[in-house]
Structure formats: C-alpha cells, structure tokens
C-alpha cells in the first residue's frame, strides 16, 4: 500500500504538518504534488501530496484519498523544493509555507457531485431510494433535500457497489466585490521593438545576472525585450516588482509593446481573479506582473524570472510566516527550475553587487546612463526662525505653482505632532503600554496615538506629574504639515498620503498641486507633471540605530532619481557632510559603495557575515533579560567562531506591555541555520518561562 503525506489547505491541525492517506489502487498514478480530496472527520478537504511513502511502516489504519483535483494545477518538483527550503532556511512552519502556494484570503470550498451509473446490483431500500434519485447528477446537499436525512455509510456503501460515481468541484466563495484589474485591458496588435541590443546580455544568463540600469525607461525596455525572447520561445515569464503601484505602471508601459494578454497578481484582486491567475500559471504559458506572492505560483513551463528594484527594502518580509527575503527566495526558485534570473536594479544592494564582483557567483552588467537631476542641499543648521519650510523650498514651491507644475514633499512621520511634552516639568505623554511618545493626530477626532499598539487616548488637560496646564506640540508629522501648507498656499490642492492608495485613487493625485506624505508617495513620483520634490528631513531616513539604513538611504534617493521626472530634488538635511549626501550629489555609486563596504568590514557586518537576530520578548523585563543572557552564554560556549552581542534593548522596547531585547549573531563562517537557533532556544529557556524568542536569519537589516 502506498501512502500518501498530505498538506491540506486552510485547515490547521496544531502541532501537525502533515496528515498521512492511503492511496487506493485507482490512484495510483497520481504523483506528489498533486491536488486531492480527503476526508477530515466528516467533511472533505483540499490537499496537496507532498511526498508519498512506498512502504507500509504506518501500522494503524488511513482513511483513503477520495479524489484527484483536475481542475487545481499541480505543484511541481522546483515549487515544493523551494517551499522546504523555505522553511527549512527561515524557521518557518512547513504548513504555513505551503499555503502561501495559495492566492492571500481565498475561500474554497468542495462541492461534492453524484451520479447514478447503468449498472444492476443488490441494494437495501434505503440504497435503492438514493439511486433512483441519482439518475440526474446531483449536489450531496440537493439529494438529501430530495429524499430526506441518509447517512453518508449509504452513499459510501453505494459507490462501492459501483451504482453510483462521484465527483468533486472547487467553488470560490467571493467576499465583497473590489475594483481592481487582473489583466491587460489593451494589448498592441502586434510585438514591439524598441531596438534595444540585446544579444550580448542573452549570451550571459547562464548563470544570475545583475542588471545595474540608473534609468527606469531604459531597464524597463530591456525587460520588454528579455521577456518577448522567452515568450516567443515558447516559456512562461515572471516579473517581480517590490509595490502593487510599481508593477501596475510597468503594465501601463507593456500594453503598447505587447500583442497577447499578460497578468497581474498581487494583494488587491479578488478571490476569483487571484485563483484564475493561479490556474492560468499552472496551465498556460502566460506572462504575470506580480509581488513577491508571484514567486510561489505553480508555473509549468516557466522560463525566466525578472526582480526590479532587487535593492528595495520591500522585498524583505519579515513580519508574519512564512517570513522570507524575496530576492534571495528568487534566486532559489530559478535554481531549482534551472531558468535564468535577472536582477535589475538602480543601484544595486551592497550584499548582492558584492556577490556579483568579489564572488563572482553573479554575471554583472552596467549600463552608463548618467542622470543629470538638480540636487540642491539645504543645511538645517544655519536655519532660523522658519518654523516649517526654509526660504528656498518656499520659492521653489511657489514658481512651481505659477508654471502648474506638481510639488510633491516626502516626510517619513505621520499624524500631527509627534510628541506633546509639558512646558512647565518637560514630561513627554507616553503610551503606557509601550513606553513610546504618544503621537498627536487632528485628523481623528483629535486623539493621541501609539502607532506600535494602537492605543489611543484624548489630548492632556492636566500633566500627570505637576498639574501643569501649558503643553507644547512639538515635531511634526504629516498632518501638521499639509495643515501648513493649506493655511500657506490658500489658492492650491494639497494632498496627504499617509497609506498605499488603492489603484482607484489615482484620480486624487493627479487633481492635487502639492502631494505631502510618508514614503508611500514613492510609487507616485513619476508624474509627467512632477517640478519638484523636498525630502522634508534626510535624517530620519539615515540616523537610525540600524547598519543598513545609509544604503536604504541612498537606495531610496537613487531610485527617486531614476524615475523622478521633475527638474530639481531639495535635501534638507542636518548633516550636509554625510557621505550618502555627498555620494547622492555627486551621482557616485563607487564612492558610496567604498566608503560603506569599508564600513562594514571593519565590524564584520553583511556582506562579510551572515546576521541572525533573535528579539527575547516578555511581560516581566527581568526575566526577558535573564533568558537573554542564558542564550548567549550557551551562544558563545558552543561556538567560537560567532560573534554574539547582547541583550540589548530593542527599540521600541515596550510594545503592547511586552519588553524587547534583541541579540545579534555575526556568523562569518555560515555555520548556523534556523533550525540550531530553535533547538538552542528550546534548550535554553526556562520551564514555564512565559519568555519568547523570535528568530530572523539572514538579516538585511535590524530596524524590523
């Protein structure tokens, strides 16, 4: 008897990755990876074969396969290697991992058909009467609504007597209906060509090649010639961008080039457009515009993949399971498909163009595209009395209006004020859950807010330490701003963006003459009409506790200059002399990259180590420090060659009335995996400790 190990799909069984099937002898043909029907207590469940057992060393007795899916395209051998080693790499549960495979918030559902067939056996009344009613093929609910309450030993009993047959049907239950586009609504007549040489590029992808392109117009031509390459040689093609945003503009750009439909797949489809994009990836050759989620499709016959932006922090998903590194997730899937992957970027992250030159485990191409952009840097320091905005971007702001030309300001801080502190006694409100400066929001309802949290609470009559009735609303968020820029600028539309506006706000922006928000304007700075763009503070972006924020830093305002179609971009900064400011001035990536990888190596940091983090969480902060220290004692007794430090506290170190404390391993030798960190964590933590240790490996970044 061969048995089956099967994942099923939305049904968690707690402690359990899999649950074991026999196979009947009907079935045996089918392979791992196949889609099925299973019985779970007295309902039916979808499920993916993800390995099968050829001996009988399962003693007790399974429950059968009931079907093999035809309409749900099968995983192939590359898809459920990369899920393990999903997994496997990152500490994920294998059951987790193997639904992502599944479009984000589907709801299936197995709708169960019988049938009679034209054959004579013995029956039992009860029998008799439900084959007699199976002489059209009906739904288990309408027979039993036909011929009143039969138990399921019945039908079963009948289907082993070979009087009727059954079959199985997937149906979608669809949630509220949402305005968003799946495909391309307008295709060319026929294949563009952009005369873009690529034979020299198609003679190296025999192995990852970095794509280092500063201009967005010219790397996107050349994915629209790699892909019509592979398209036309018969293959599936795949591209992944880091936002929704993103990838919907770079449909824009394809619809003129390209005669046959392409996909989108991403977060804001609905169940039914998600699963027929899911479908058609497992059935047909296609071309699919997608976020990372993309990466996890069951494509049969795919034939390249495509990362734009590789750099971009977005990639990095580290908050729920399965937790993972999108490009490095990309790479993998190209390994095990033994297909080309390109990585484009405007300038290329540290960890990956160092593993193109001083590794050589990537082909490197660049193509000279120097983009001349006004960058003017305003010190913050020689400032005075000039509450919100400096005289010079007030000019700029103002000569872009008389031209009807779009300023756009990003400001990585939300609300209004983003701490109220007493004048009398200096006392800053906090939330008391989390120990972080409570933020002032006057667009709702005018509450305090903890943005870790959510707590909220109504603005201070009376300080709580020396009744002190005089407070100052002091830094400023977005909200504080646009309020600025309405009182100031009376005669134009301002715009906030604090959020990822879906694709139907589209109208906003471009009814809007200055558009103010946190980073989620990016997507938005290729306005035809964009004259100018002020990055409100540069530091907020650079001092902060993390190694990786100089490169998030200048990845950013590279990226901002690779598709800003504006005339100047104004950098107001504290610290003009910091080496991303100069190297973003000058345009100089090599300079940038020297000065960073030095950095890096005289403190061991990635790419010269492999970073692990482990954040030691609880309710009682002695403790949580205590676990810390027993970790990294056992940490350095067993390897030496690790260089372990902390616990230290983990910024915010209280959120939700649980203290942080984070230890941070440099492994130079790559000799520890998610799996050890579980065990060691396991090993070390006090019985009935309430302590909880999170693992991130292959970190990009600290910052989480």
Not at 224 to 233: I, R, T
Request: charged share 30%; with cysteine.
């Amino acid at each position: 008897m061969k048995v089956a190990k099967v994942i099923l799909f939305e049904t968690y069984i707690p402690e359990r990755d899999f649950l074991y099937y026999s196979i009947p002898e009907e079935f045996s043909y089918i392979e791992i990876g196949s889609p099925v029907i299973v019985p779970l207590k007295k309902s039916k469940k979808i499920g993916y074969i993800w390995d099968i057992l050829e001996d009988n060393s399962i003693e007790y007795n399974l429950q059968p396969i009931h079907a093999r899916l035809t309409e749900v395209p099968s995983l192939g051998t590359p898809l459920i290697n990369l899920v393990n080693w999903v997994s496997d790499y990152y500490g994920n549960s294998l059951y987790r991992t193997a639904n992502y495979i599944f479009p984000t918030g589907i709801d299936l559902d197995v709708k169960r058909y019988l049938v009679a067939k034209d054959v004579a056996v013995d029956m039992t009344k009860k029998q008799e009467k439900v084959f007699i009613s199976l002489f059209e093929e009906k739904t288990v609910e309408e027979l039993k609504k036909e011929v009143g309450k039969i138990s399921e030993s019945v039908i079963n009993e009948l289907i082993k007597k070979g009087a009727i047959e059954e079959r199985f049907e997937i149906v979608i239950k669809e949630k509220a209906p949402r305005k968003t586009v799946f495909q391309s609504e307008k295709i060319s007549d026929s294949w563009g060509n952009l005369e873009i040489d690529m034979d020299n590029i198609l003679k190296i992808v025999n192995k990852p090649l970095l794509l280092f392109v500063e201009s967005q117009k010219k790397r996107w031509k050349m994915y629209f010639e790699l892909l019509k390459y592979f398209y036309q040689k018969g293959k599936s093609v795949l591209l992944v961008f880091p936002t929704i945003k993103t990838l919907i503009k770079f449909g824009e750009f394809l619809s003129d080039l390209v005669p046959v439909p392409f996909y989108f797949y991403h977060g804001l489809l609905t169940e039914a457009q998600a699963y027929r994009v899911y479908k058609i990836a497992g059935t047909e050759r296609a071309i699919i515009l997608s976020t990372t989620k993309g990466l996890f499709l069951p494509f049969n016959n795919l034939g390249v993949i495509i990362v734009d932006q590789e750099e971009n922090e977005f990639y990095d998903i580290r908050e729920k399971e399965p937790k993972y590194d999108g490009v490095k997730v990309a790479l993998k899937r190209a390994e095990f498909e033994g297909i080309p992957i390109i990585l484009g970027s405007s300038s290329p992250s540290i960890r990956d163009f160092y593993q193109a030159i001083s590794k050589k485990m990537f082909n490197f191409v660049r193509i000279p595209d120097l983009i001349k952009k006004k960058i003017t840097i305003i010190d913050l320091r020689r400032i005075r009395n000039e509450d919100f905005l400096d005289s010079y971007s007030t000019k700029r702001i103002n000569d872009n209006m008389r031209i009807k030309r779009k300023v756009l300001i990003l400001l990585n801080r939300l609300g209004f004020s983003t701490y109220i502190q007493c004048v009398d006694c200096g006392y800053i409100f906090m939330c008391p859950h989390c120990r972080s400066p409570l933020v002032f929001h006057q667009d709702e309802d005018k509450v305090l807010k903890c943005h870790y949290c959510g707590f909220t609470s109504l603005p201070p009559t009376m300080c709580p330490v020396c009744q002190g009735y005089n407070f100052i609303f002091g830094g400023i968020g977005t909200e504080k701003l646009e309020r600025y820029l309405v009182k100031t600028f009376k005669n134009y539309k301002v715009l906030r963006i604090d959020s990822e506006i879906e694709l139907q706000g589209e109208s906003l922006i471009k009814e809007a003459d200055i558009i103010v928000g946190t980073k989620m304007i990016e997507p938005w700075l290729d306005l035809e009409d964009a004259g100018v763009l002020i990055i409100y503070n540069l530091d907020n972006f650079i001092h902060i506790p993390d190694f990786s924020m100089p490169e998030k830093a200048f990845n950013m305002l590279n990226r901002i200059k690779s598709f800003f179609k504006g005339e100047e971009i104004i950098l107001r900064t504290y610290s003009p002399s910091h080496y991303v400011v100069k190297a973003i001035k000058s345009n100089s990536y090599g300079t940038f990259l020297n000065y960073e990888l030095k950095l890096r190596k005289s403190l061991f940091y990635p790419p010269f180590s492999i970073l692990h983090q482990i954040i030691v969480e609880g309710s009682d902060e002695d403790e949580v420090v205590d676990e810390g220290k027993k970790m990294v004692a056992i940490l350095e007794e067993k390897y030496a060659d690790l260089e372990v430090l902390g616990p230290a506290p983990f910024y915010p170190y209280l959120i939700k009335d649980k203290f942080r404390y984070q230890i941070l391993i440099k492994d130079r030798k790559g000799i520890i995996e998610s799996r050890m960190l579980k065990n060691i964590c396991e090993d070390s933590k006090t019985p009935f400790s309430n302590v909880k240790f999170i693992i991130n490996v292959d970190m990009k970044e600290t910052n989480l």
